[in-house]
């Protein structure tokens, strides 16, 4: 993430690539197709429905291209809860850095969410999270690193210990592919904290393309072995010259998710993983 500006409701904000609208858009367009299974647990014994942002950001950006100002993630989330009748009954919200956390909290206070700052690093709040949260409810996290090597394992184990969750993940295509010599010929490699093992599992006497679906596979079968299966309908999102930027998919418990997740990613050829 860049530097922090000043944003146009008087707290810090960023900027952004108008690409992050794109995601934007499937996290409420899932959010919304899963508003019903979420108000059956808000209304049920264990009242309890719960958001979570490892990576939230300020709260709110700049569109570079534009100009337009428009939510983050953690914000948009709670506005289209509450517009689908099913508001979350918590939202957990962290990031590294202090001043974009505490702008997103307060950001999500003055819209009246009841949020809840996990400070640290995102493996500390996913940690920390898993042990604030209801145990019986139904939980849904954001995972939007900015890099690959962020999106470290040890977060997903984390927030799979919990019976109910659903998580829309952020994987970056243009690190991985950018990157891939760096990462494979390295002492410290992105791939360590991404997928632990690889070093000793992935044959590397391949060509680049086939190296990176290797190293990719091999992250998805380390994620259903945490009993989250991820998804095969995959969207790409694309920058402005059409360079590609990374995918997001859901991981799961329970198939409804995926089912959900089927109808807000509107599958087409660009979902596929290696287009």
């Known amino acids: 993430m860049g530097p922090l500006i000043d944003g146009d409701d008087g707290l810090p904000a960023t900027e952004v690539g108008e690409w992050s609208k794109q995601k934007h858009e499937f996290l409420r367009r899932y959010l919304h197709v899963s508003s019903a299974a979420r108000k059956k647990f808000l209304k049920g014994p264990s009242k309890s429905a719960t958001f979570i942002d490892n990576f939230c950001g300020p709260g709110r950006a700049r569109v570079r291209e534009t100009g337009e100002w428009i939510d983050g993630s953690a914000v948009a989330a709670w506005k289209i809860s509450q517009e689908g009748g099913a508001a979350f009954s918590e939202m957990f919200v962290a990031d590294i850095d202090d001043a974009s956390r505490a702008a997103t909290t307060e950001r999500l206070k003055r819209l009246g969410a009841p949020v809840q700052e996990l400070r640290g690093s995102a493996v500390d709040a996913a940690a920390a999270a898993v042990q604030k949260v209801n145990p019986h409810g139904l939980h849904f996290a954001f995972i939007d690193p900015f890099s690959l090597g962020a999106l470290d ?50 044959n590397l006497n391949h060509s680049q393309q086939e190296t990176r679906r290797l190293v990719v596979e091999f992250w998805r079968e380390k994620v259903a072995e945490l ?27 329970h198939k409804l998710a995926h089912k959900f997740w089927k109808v807000a990613a509107d599958t087409d050829p660009q979902g596929k993983l290696f287009d």
């Open 227 to 253: 009993g989250i299966g991820p998804s095969t309908e995959m969207r790409l999102i694309k920058g402005s010259w059409n360079q590609h930027l990374y995918w997001l998919l859901l991981a799961a418990k």
């Open 153 to 202: 394992f040890q977060i997903l184990q984390s927030l799979a210990s919990l019976k109910r969750i659903d998580m829309l993940i952020h994987v970056s295509k243009m690190d991985h592919q950018r990157n891939l010599g760096i990462n494979i010929t390295s002492e410290e490699s992105a791939f360590d904290n991404f997928v632990p093992g690889w070093r000793d599992n992935i």
